[in-house]
């Protein structure tokens, strides 16, 4: 079947056993790992060092809980019983106001902030032309000899209905409308990573110090590893032509980071045939067409929901006007380009093992 999904983008270089070797650990320290499926359509790891086993699967319990909440809140495909999540929002366009949980409210209010605050490639309002690539692409998989793209004239029309300011956010009384009866919502571009920056922020106030989330290729760093061989995390950049299910799999780059974030977007995530031809996920609000600028854009930055959101945006900018736009909001990007070569900011650089010659040790 000619369809790849990639549960991880990034692959980071921890155990992922239930409990791991304390050697060289600090006193008192081991380091555990945990993962789950069932949210946001991936693999959610969580890797951290605790005393104990039960103070690590109180941790884990915590953010698989809150994964789950997330995931329920901020799907466009499901409805559950008691919960008005997204689709319940989509499904009232034009019709009325939906109250909804603040984690809804919060989420749109950052999306529209970003969406004005860059160029508006990233736009949650695009729903109306996302959900006919996915329709066009599952149909696609299921039945790849009568494989297509969607026709032009269905994607223009579609087009008219992604004004993000008829998207009222009402935060008096937790309620979002979308004035046109035809538009539709899609977070899948900053869902996973907002989510993820919440999940982290609630853990650290709760007490835990050194941990990984990675959710799906959006991967949130906090404190430093406990332990006498390294003083960073590393996380493996995917090659866009390796195996992501190949442990072996040697990365495009590493990056050693601490406090940070690093999300990926890349045309090799989900995708399509038509006639030989590859059709990715990363649809360009100009073109309507998916992004032909790189094969993988990956962000830096401390808060996840931004690196998410900027991941997206990046990936569908050229690069001289998304280099520009980096250095405006302050974001660390490292671009591949369709040729293989690799473009960096020079923060990223700073932190890359190959490009850079970072190191674990490094302060």
């Not at 809804?104 to 309002?125: H, M, P, Q, V």
């Not at 000899?145 to 935060?171: C, F, G, Q, S, W």
């Not at 032909?292 to 959101?309: K, L, M």
């Amino acid at each position: 079947m000619k369809y790849r999904k990639i549960l991880l983008i990034l692959i980071i270089f921890i155990c992922l056993f239930i409990s791991a070797c304390t050697n060289n650990n600090q006193s008192g320290y081991t380091k555990y790992s945990y993962e789950f499926l069932g949210t946001f359509d991936t693999v959610i790891q969580i890797m951290g060092y605790a005393e104990d086993s039960d103070e690590f699967e109180a941790m884990a319990k915590i953010c698989r809980e809150r994964f789950l909440e997330f995931n329920k809140l901020y799907d466009i495909y499901k409805d559950y019983d008691g919960i008005n999540n997204i689709k319940t929002i989509n499904d009232n366009a034009g019709i009325k106001p939906v109250e909804v949980q603040q984690e809804i409210i919060d989420l749109l209010l950052f999306s529209k902030e970003w969406y004005n605050r860059t160029n508006g490639k990233c736009n949650i309002a695009l729903g109306s032309v996302l959900s006919i690539w996915h329709d066009y692409r599952n149909a696609s998989i299921n039945n790849p000899e009568k494989a297509e793209i969607p026709p032009p004239d269905m994607l223009k029309e579609a087009m008219r209905y992604t004004d993000i300011n008829k998207v009222i956010v009402d935060e008096d009384n937790n309620t979002v409308y979308l004035e046109d009866k035809n538009m539709r919502l899609d977070v899948g571009a900053v869902a996973k990573g907002f989510a993820t920056e919440i999940v982290a922020n609630e853990l650290i106030d709760k007490g835990y110090t050194s941990f990984i989330i990675s959710s799906g290729g959006n991967v949130r760093t906090v404190g430093k590893p406990m332990d006498s061989s390294r003083k960073k995390w590393g996380i493996g950049i995917q090659n866009p032509d390796g195996n992501p299910n190949d442990p072996d799999e040697p990365s495009l780059d590493i990056l050693y980071l601490n406090d940070k974030s690093l999300v990926t977007s890349g045309d090799y995530q989900r995708w399509f045939e038509v006639n030989g031809e590859k059709y990715h996920h990363l649809i360009d609000p100009v073109t309507l067409m998916p992004a032909q600028y790189y094969r993988a854009v990956s962000v830096v930055t401390e808060d996840s929901g931004i690196a998410d959101f900027m991941s997206t945006t990046m990936f569908l900018t050229p690069y001289q006007e998304g280099r520009k736009l980096a250095e405006s909001i302050g974001i660390d990007v490292i671009w591949i380009m369709k040729d293989g070569t690799i473009e960096a900011t020079e923060n990223a650089r700073k932190v890359m093992k190959y490009l850079g010659e970072a190191s674990n040790k490094d302060n």
